[in-house]
């Protein structure tokens, strides 16, 4: 999983940020997330496995938030495990397609499908 700069939950965009110390210092802790400050914070220096699943805890922390579920640590962490490896162990399902560049006409969108089609499954007609 990349870490990305923010992710956006339920309407709000919460900052990510990779750190030395979280700002809810606990030696347990390993991410953290304010709700008020839209920041969710991830410690530097865990293995990536455990930092995207990290990520998806504090994710649910704002989804459950969101859909006013109690902030149950032991069924927020059976998700975040299997969502992580939903995403892992299926890519093809979540891989980023392409958008079409806005203001094309008629023709310049057929031309960039017809790109994009060739980049994708190859050059059917060479
Ligand atoms: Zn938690």
């Known amino acids: 999983m990349t870490i990305p700069e923010s992710v956006k939950i339920g309407g709000i965009r919460y900052k990510v940020e990779v750190v030395d110390a979280l700002d809810v210092e606990n030696a347990d802790l390993v991410g953290s997330i304010d709700y008020r400050k839209q920041r969710i914070q991830l410690?530097?220096?865990?293995?990536?496995?455990?930092?995207?699943?990290?990520?998806?805890?504090?994710?649910?922390?704002?989804?459950?938030?969101?859909?006013?579920?109690d902030q149950d640590e032991t069924r927020i962490e059976q998700f975040a495990?299997?969502?992580?490896?939903?995403?892992?162990?299926?890519?093809?399902?979540?891989?980023?397609?392409a958008a079409l560049p806005a203001g094309l006409n008629g023709e310049e969108a057929a031309q960039a499908i017809a790109q994009a089609?060739?980049?994708?499954?190859?050059d059917k007609s060479a």
């Not at 299997?82 to 399902?93: F, G, I, K, R, T």
């Open 117 to 122: 089609s060739m980049n994708i499954y190859g």
């Open 43 to 69: 410690r530097a220096g865990m293995g990536s496995d455990i930092t995207a699943q990290t990520l998806w805890h504090e994710i649910l922390h704002a989804i459950f938030v969101n859909l006013g579920f």
């Open 81 to 97: 495990a299997v969502l992580n490896a939903l995403v892992v162990d299926n890519p093809e399902m979540f891989e980023k397609r």
